[in-house]
């Protein structure tokens, strides 16, 4: 695989790398405004990937970020990474899988401290109201999005609860926000 691979042509080698460990496999999970590429779950454990074209300080961050809405964190990439950040990604306890001929694990991920309780639990109970599968790593492109998604997903809730308020729908609709206020106030103008 070269260089130029594309991020959502990684994640089929990911996906059935996990799957052959018995995990199942959700694409474009929302988070914060933001999403994970892929995350795999087996029972209440979950492994969070990011899919990148290049082992970079950006995707290390990233990673970081997302690091506690799952159990270990890993960034899947086509190529060997410079080995400077590869020992980043050993401080920070995010793992490292290569895709070429076949995919690897060329750093293990470590738990770097337990995620964070609330975070964790969203994030599985998103997976609850999901099928596995999809592609992960696309690009986002206009009309699509977490956001577009999660104000289609209120629409239908408003439709069906006539009266209701944003605490509700922010209880009831799965969602990526941190709080109804900022679901309502990122949302008003979709609806």
Not at 20 to 43: C, F, H, M, T
Not at 44 to 64: D, P
Not at 66 to 89: L, T
Not at 136 to 165: F, H, S, W
Request: aromatic fraction near 8%; proline fraction near 4%; include cysteine.
């Amino acid at each position: 695989m070269t260089r130029q691979l594309r991020e959502y042509k990684l994640s089929d080698p990911v996906r059935e790398y996990f799957e052959k460990q018995g995990y199942d496999v959700y694409s474009e999970i929302p988070i914060a405004g933001s999403k994970i590429d892929l995350v795999a779950r087996k029972g209440n454990f979950l492994v969070g990937i990011e899919l990148k074209a290049s082992l970079t300080r950006q995707l290390i961050h990233q990673c970081i970020r997302h690091q506690c809405n799952c159990d270990i964190f890993y960034a899947a990439v086509p190529v060997n990474p410079i080995s400077k950040n590869i020992d980043i990604c050993k401080k920070c306890s995010i793992g490292i899988i290569r895709i070429s001929d076949e995919t690897e694990i060329i750093v293990e991920a470590n738990q770097r401290f337990r995620s964070l309780d609330w975070k964790h639990k969203r994030m599985l109970n998103f997976c609850d109201t999901i099928l596995p599968g999809g592609l992960g790593g696309l690009p986002t492109q206009k009309g699509r999005g977490p956001r577009i998604e999660c104000a289609k997903r209120v629409k239908n809730y408003i439709i069906d609860n006539p009266g209701t308020n944003w605490k509700e729908i922010f209880k009831n609709v799965h969602n990526h926000y941190y709080n109804y206020k900022s679901m309502q106030s990122s949302l008003v103008d979709r609806l």
